[in-house]
T-cell receptor, first 112, second 115 residues
Framework: GEQVEQLPSILRVQEGSSASINCTYE??????FPWYKQEPGENPKLIID?????ERKQTQGLIVLLDKKAKRFSLHITDTQPGDSAMYFC???????????FGSGTKLTVEP | EAGVTQSPRYAVLQEGQAVSFWCDPI?????LYWYQQPRDQGPQLLVY????????NSQLPSDRFSAVRPKGTNSTLKIQSAKQGDTATYLC?????????????FGPGTRLTVL
């Protein structure tokens, strides 16, 4: 299997600042790392992902970094807005086995 | 394109009662997953199917939980005798392909409370 640790569990930032969430995994066979955003009462939605052949990926104010040696990956939200307030989950999965192993989540609050 | 649909959205039970959850995946998605999400935690896989076949049910408490997908489309997850520890949101997800990197699309979930 896989164990994914996610920190911090709670994160408060001021509007316009950056927010960072960090995850670690145990199984070196994991090679796909998606990030999901879940708003209250809603289903988790994929916001960005990274494969193990990449170290960095960026899209629309989101940056993900992957350090395979350290078995660590992170999400960075630049120029945060109140609409970014939500639960964020990192996940990892292994090649040819599409089950997602999720972290415990980070509750992000962006304060005006 | 319609997303993953689930019903009911909410269920409240007494311990020992039975309940069934229903999921309709996105049309054409051959892989279907059931996750359990306790409050303030990440989803944890219970079981998943490719078409009608169970691929992995190792995390499904087999003495009380069962899941079927008889025609490879809709799926039902059943709890035979609910316990308070089953209180959680039950999420269904589907993906278009078996392979790695296939995005999983989640339904709205069924929020279960066992009193």
């Amino acid at each position: 299997g896989e164990q994914v640790e996610q920190l911090p569990s709670i994160l408060r930032v001021q509007e316009g600042s950056s927010a960072s969430i960090n995850c670690t995994y145990e199984n070196s066979a994991s090679n796909y790392f998606p990030w999901y955003k879940q708003e209250p009462g809603e289903n988790p939605k994929l916001i960005i992902d990274i494969r193990s052949n990449m170290e960095r990926k960026q899209t629309q104010g989101l940056i993900v970094l992957l350090d395979k040696k350290a078995k660590r990956f992170s999400l960075h939200i630049t120029d945060t807005q109140p609409g970014d307030s939500a639960m964020y989950f990192c996940a990892a999965t292994m090649s040819n086995y599409n089950v997602l192993y999720f972290g415990s989540g980070t509750k992000l609050t962006v304060e005006p | 394109e319609a997303g993953v649909t689930q019903s009911p959205r909410y269920a409240v039970l007494q311990e020992g009662q039975a309940v069934s959850f229903w999921c309709d995946p996105i049309s054409g998605h051959d892989t279907l997953y059931w996750y359990q999400q306790p409050r303030d935690q990440g989803p944890q896989l219970l079981v998943y199917f490719r078409d009608e076949a169970v691929i992995d049910n190792s995390q499904l408490p087999s003495d009380r939980f069962s899941a079927v997908r008889p025609k490879g489309t809709n799926s039902t997850l059943k709890i035979q005798s609910a316990k308070q520890g089953d209180t959680a949101t039950y999420l269904c997800a589907s993906s278009e392909d078996w392979g790695n990197y296939a995005e999983q699309f989640f339904g709205p979930g069924t929020r279960l409370t066992v009193l």
